[in-house]
C-alpha cells in the first residue's frame, strides 16, 4: 500500500470508527459487535504504525473513552481512569513481560490475573466511610454522575464494613469497579419486557450502561445491576499489592471477581487465559479476556503511564468472534444436494482462534440484501462458533472500485444450466452426475453422523476421486491397501488402516444409512422417524410417496424428495453396489425407555458433555432428539449463553423449559 493509498484508507477508517464510537459510547445504541469494533481499530494502528507521520492528534488509537452525556452533571476523576492495551497472543504477552522487566530492572515479577468484565467502568468514591459519589469512567478524565443509580446497586455497601485500616474511614477513599447486568438478569428483564409488549434489550452490557444513566433512579433500581471493584484508586497503608487492594475491597463490603489468581510466568499466565476461554460461558456474566496486572503496586507505579495506558498492565482478549476483513472475490460452490452457494474469498483473518480465509454468503438474495460487493470492507463471525459467514458490508469504507456480484447462470463444475424454483431462494445444479454433487454425497457419507468413517476427510475423499478409485460412495468398500498405499501421503500403515476403518462400517443402523444416502430434506432427525416407521431397508424401498406422507412429521415435499431420490437411476446403482459390497443396514429397533414418547430440543452449551452426547443419552433412554421444537416438542434444554428463537417459540407452544440440571435428573 502506498502512502497516498494510506492515506484515504486512514481517513475512512477514523470516520467509520468515530461514527460507530458515538453510537456504541454515547448513545448506548451499538451497530457493530465489540470484536468487530476492535478489528478496525486495529487495522488504523497497523497502517499508523506502518506510516507514523500520518498520525493525527484526533486519531481514535491516541484517546480514551467517549464524551459523557449532557443529562447528567460531569465531575473530573481524582486521577485519570486509564484505557488498557490489549494483546492477543502468546507472542504479545511474552514480549510485554519483557518489556516490564527490562523497565523494572528485575526478572522476577508476579502478576495478577483477573477476568475482564464486560459491563461499565465506574468510580465510586467514600467520604468518611459513608458513600458520597459515584462517576462513570466518561472520557477517562472526566465521568457522569450516577450516584444516585450506584446507590440502588445491592452490592454496593453504603457504609464501609468495618475491619479494614483507620485511614479508608477517614477522608476520602476511592474504588473502581465494572456496573454489570448477570445474564439471568438480562434474560428475566427481557421476559418482562416481552410479556409488556415492549422491546427487547440487546445485550447485557449495553443495558447496564443505559440503566445506570436513568434519570429515574426507580427505573435503575428495576434493573437489578451488580457492581464488582476491580482497584483501590487511593493509596492506602500496607496495601502494596494489586491483590491486596481485592482482598480491602471484599474486606470492605464490595463484590469482587473471585476467579483472580497470582501468576509467576507467561506459561502460567498462558495457561490461565486457555482455562478461562474455555470455562467463560460458565460465568454469569460477559467476558472478552483477562485484564493482567504488574501486581506489586510500587513497582507498577514507577512503570508509569505510556500515551493513554498504564506500563504495567494489560488486557489479554480471548479469541475474537467477529473481525472485519476485505472481500477478494466471490465465487459460487455446488454442495451434494446441487445447491449453488455464493461465497467469499476474503483477505486471510483470526476469528475466533483460526484464521478465515473464505465465508458463506448464503444465496444470490443475501448477497444482495446484505450488499456485499467485490472488494468490500465485511464484517464476518463464525455462525455457531463453526461456519464463517459475512455479517454485513461497511459501504462508507468504499472507494468505488468494489464491483456487484452476479449470479453464474451455470453450473461452475460441470456446465449445466442452474434451476431455481418459484419459492425456493436457492439456485441448483439439476446434474445428478455432476462431479460437485458426487464428491459431496461421499463426503456427507463417511461423515461423523452418517456411516462414520475414522479418517476419510475431504483431502482423501479428493485424492480418491482424482486418482479414479472412486466415482461414488459403494467404490469406498471395493479399496485394497495396496490402491490406498499408492497415494500421495498414504503409507501401508496409515492406508491398512483406512480401509480397515472403512471395512468397519458395512453394517450401520438403518436411520444412519438412510441419512447418509444423502437425500435433499432428510436429515438425521428425519432419517431416524423414515426407520422408525418402516423397520428395515426393504420396506423403506418399496415404500410409496403417499406411504411416506404416515411417517410423523414427513409432508409432501420431504415425501416427494425421497420418491425422487428412490426413482433416480443413477442413485438405484449406487444403492445396488452398496449391497453387492456387502454393506447391510442393520433393522432399526426403538429403545423403549423411561423417556419413551418423549421429545426433546437443546439449545445454548451443556457443561456435563455435548449436544451429541446428550442426544444419545436422550435416545438410549428411549426419548427422542429434535433439532428444532415444534408443537409435539415436550422439553426444551436451555444450555450456557442460549438463543432467544428456540425459547420464545417453546413459551408460544407451551412447551416445558428446563435448564441442565433438570436434564441430569430425568436422565439418571
Known amino acids: 500500500m502506498t502512502e497516498t493509498e494510506a492515506t484515504k484508507r486512514i481517513a475512512k477508517l ?29 487495522e488504523l494502528e497497523d497502517l499508523e504504525q506502518k506510516f507514523p507521520t500520518l498520525t493525527s492528534p484526533d486519531s481514535p488509537t491516541t484517546r480514551v473513552g467517549a464524551k459523557p452525556l449532557a443529562k447528567f452533571e460531569t465531575i473530573a476523576h481524582d486521577t485519570p481512569m486509564l484505557s488498557l492495551r490489549d494483546v492477543f497472543s502468546r507472542d504479545e504477552v511474552a514480549a510485554w513481560v519483557k518489556r516490564v522487566s527490562d523497565a523494572a530492572g528485575q526478572t522476577k515479577i508476579d502478576y495478577y490475573g483477573e477476568i475482564k468484565m464486560d459491563g461499565l467502568a465506574a468510580s465510586i468514591v467514600y467520604q468518611d466511610g459513608k458513600l458520597a459519589q459515584g462517576v462513570t469512567r466518561g472520557d477517562g478524565t472526566i465521568g457522569e454522575n450516577v450516584t444516585a443509580g450506584i446507590r440502588t446497586i445491592k452490592m454496593v455497601p453504603l457504609v464501609l464494613r468495618p475491619g479494614g485500616p483507620a485511614s479508608v474511614y477517614r477522608g476520602r477513599f476511592e474504588v473502581r469497579g465494572e456496573v454489570l447486568l448477570y445474564k439471568k438478569d438480562f434474560e428475566a428483564l427481557n421476559q ?121 498492565s494489560v488486557a489479554y482478549k480471548f479469541a475474537a468472534e467477529q473481525a472485519t476483513t476485505k472481500v477478494r472475490d466471490i465465487q459460487v460452490s455446488i454442495g451434494r444436494t446441487g445447491a449453488a452457494t455464493p461465497f467469499a474469498v476474503l483477505e486471510p483473518v483470526l476469528v475466533a482462534g483460526s484464521t478465515i480465509q473464505m465465508a458463506t454468503l448464503h444465496n444470490e438474495s443475501e448477497v444482495h440484501r446484505k450488499d456485499i460487493r467485490i472488494g468490500d470492507t465485511v464484517i464476518i463471525q463464525k455462525a ?36 431455481k424454483g418459484d419459492k425456493e431462494a436457492v439456485w441448483r445444479c439439476p446434474n445428478f452426475n455432476c462431479y460437485a454433487l458426487e464428491r459431496g454425497r461421499i463426503i456427507h457419507f463417511a461423515s461423523k453422523d452418517a456411516i462414520d468413517i475414522e479418517g ?18 459403494a467404490d469406498l468398500y471395493h479399496l485394497s491397501v495396496d490402491d490406498v498405499a499408492g497415494m500421495p ?13 472403512i471395512q468397519s462400517r458395512k453394517h450401520p443402523t438403518l436411520d444412519r444409512f438412510i441419512y447418509a444416502l444423502g437425500i435433499r430434506h432428510v436429515g438425521a432427525q428425519t432419517a431416524r422417524d423414515v426407520a422408525e416407521h418402516f ?8 415404500a410409496k410417496p403417499e406411504e411416506m406422507q404416515q411417517v410423523p412429521g414427513i409432508g409432501q415435499v420431504v415425501a416427494r424428495s425421497i420418491a425422487d431420490w428412490l426413482a433416480d437411476q ?52 428411549g426419548g427422542t432428539f429434535q433439532t428444532s421444537v415444534t408443537k409435539e416438542t415436550d422439553y426444551l434444554v436451555l444450555g450456557a449463553d442460549a438463543g432467544e428463537a428456540k425459547s420464545t417459540k417453546a413459551k408460544k407452544l407451551g412447551t416445558k423449559v428446563i435448564d441442565e440440571a433438570e436434564l441430569l435428573k430425568l436422565l439418571k
Open 570 to 621: 443413477h442413485q438405484h446403482l449406487v444403492l445396488e453396489k452398496l449391497l453387492r459390497e456387502g454393506v447391510k443396514p442393520t433393522a432399526f429397533h426403538k429403545v423403549r425407555g423411561k423417556l419413551s414418547g418423549q421429545n426433546f430440543v437443546i439449545t445454548g452449551t451443556l457443561e456435563a458433555f455435548s449436544r451429541d452426547e446428550a442426544a444419545a443419552k436422550i435416545e438410549a433412554l
Open 456 to 473: 476419510l476427510g475431504e483431502q482423501t475423499v479428493d485424492a480418491l476421486l482424482d486418482t479414479k478409485l472412486i466415482s461414488d460412495a
Open 192 to 312: 418482562a419486557r416481552e410479556q409488556a409488549g415492549l422491546p427487547l434489550f440487546a445485550n447485557p452490557r449495553n443495558t447496564a450502561a443505559g440503566s445506570i444513566r436513568q434519570l429515574d433512579s426507580k427505573l435503575t433500581a428495576e434493573r437489578r445491576l451488580s457492581f464488582h471493584v476491580y482497584g483501590v484508586a487511593t493509596v492506602v497503608d500496607g496495601i502494596t499489592t494489586h491483590k491486596a487492594e481485592h482482598e480491602l475491597a471484599h474486606q470492605l463490603g464490595f463484590k469482587v471477581e473471585p476467579h483472580s489468581r497470582l501468576l509467576a510466568s507467561v506459561d502460567e499466565v498462558m495457561a490461565f487465559a486457555a482455562e478461562w476461554e474455555n470455562k467463560r460461558k460458565s460465568l454469569p456474566y460477559g467476558t472478552d479476556g483477562l485484564v493482567i496486572t504488574v501486581n506489586d503496586r510500587a513497582i507498577f507505579n514507577r512503570l508509569g503511564v505510556v500515551g493513554k495506558a498504564p506500563r504495567g
Open 14 to 42: 477514523m470516520a467509520e470508527i468515530e461514527d460507530h464510537r458515538y453510537k456504541y459510547y454515547v448513545l448506548d445504541e451499538p451497530t457493530i459487535s465489540d470484536s468487530a469494533y476492535d478489528s478496525l481499530n486495529q
Open 535 to 542: 423397520g428395515n431397508l426393504a420396506g423403506f424401498r418399496a
Open 384 to 419: 455457531g462458533d463453526v461456519i464463517p459467514e459475512v455479517v454485513e458490508s461497511l459501504p462508507k469504507l468504499r472507494t468505488g472500485r468494489e464491483k456487484v456480484f452476479h449470479m453464474p447462470t451455470r453450473c461452475p463444475i460441470c456446465g449445466t444450466k442452474l434451476e
Open 489 to 501: 501421503r498414504f503409507a501401508a500403515k496409515s492406508a491398512s488402516n483406512l480401509v480397515e476403518a
